[in-house]
């Protein structure tokens, strides 16, 4: 959570392959809503790091 340096520690997870080639699925236990910045490892014939800015709100 960018808006609050070191107050959180989520544990990192690994996706699924989701239903449909391209698609991943994830779960991630955090501890409040806002703006995260969600940092993702791509590993394989390509690697890389993304990271993303997404805002979580009650019922999203
Ligand atoms: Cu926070």
């Known amino acids: ?29 955090l501890e409040m809503h806002g703006d995260w910045a969600v940092k993702m490892d791509i590993a394989g014939k390509v690697r890389d790091r993304v990271v993303k800015s997404m805002r979580f709100q009650p019922g999203s």
């Open 1 to 29: 959570m960018p808006s609050m340096p070191m107050a959180h520690n989520v544990k990192p997870v690994k996706a699924v392959p989701g239903s449909e080639p391209g698609i991943y699925r994830l779960r991630i236990e």
